[in-house]
């Protein structure tokens, strides 16, 4: 079983920046892949970015340059999201998916709202 603690989020003007973190813990560790997908009101799911364990990134193409997804340990991945726009208003939620057997977990979600 995989727990996911997100941190971060809430309001902030068009233009600024938020950072999030998400913490996961296990009784075992194992190669994974974790990121952070987001979800507008009246919309679905999207990507926004994923990270492997070996620290290989894949991106939404319309988010590439503002936004910046890292490992900074083992167990935390951190988003950064710079130049923010209101159309990213929407809810962030974390991402693992285990690389044996593609098991996969999610976050209860944290806000994102960027007023204009």
């Known amino acids: 079983q995989v727990q996911l603690a997100e941190s971060g989020g809430g309001l902030v003007q068009a233009g600024g920046s938020l950072r999030l973190a998400c913490t996961y813990s296990?009784?075992?560790?194992?190669?994974?892949?974790m990121g952070w997908y987001r979800q507008a009101p009246g919309k679905q799911r999207e990507l926004v970015a994923t990270i492997t364990s070996g620290h290989n990134t894949n991106y939404a193409d319309s988010l590439k340059g503002r936004f910046t997804i890292s490992r900074d340990s083992r167990s935390t991945v951190t988003l950064q999201m710079n130049s923010l726009k209101p159309e990213d208003t929407a809810v962030y939620y974390c991402?693992?998916?285990?690389?044996?057997?593609?098991?996969?977990?999610w976050g209860q979600g944290t806000q994102v709202t960027v007023s204009s």
């Open positions: 296990t009784s075992v560790f194992s190669s994974n892949t």
């Open positions: 991402y693992f998916r285990r690389l044996a057997g593609g098991t996969e977990y």
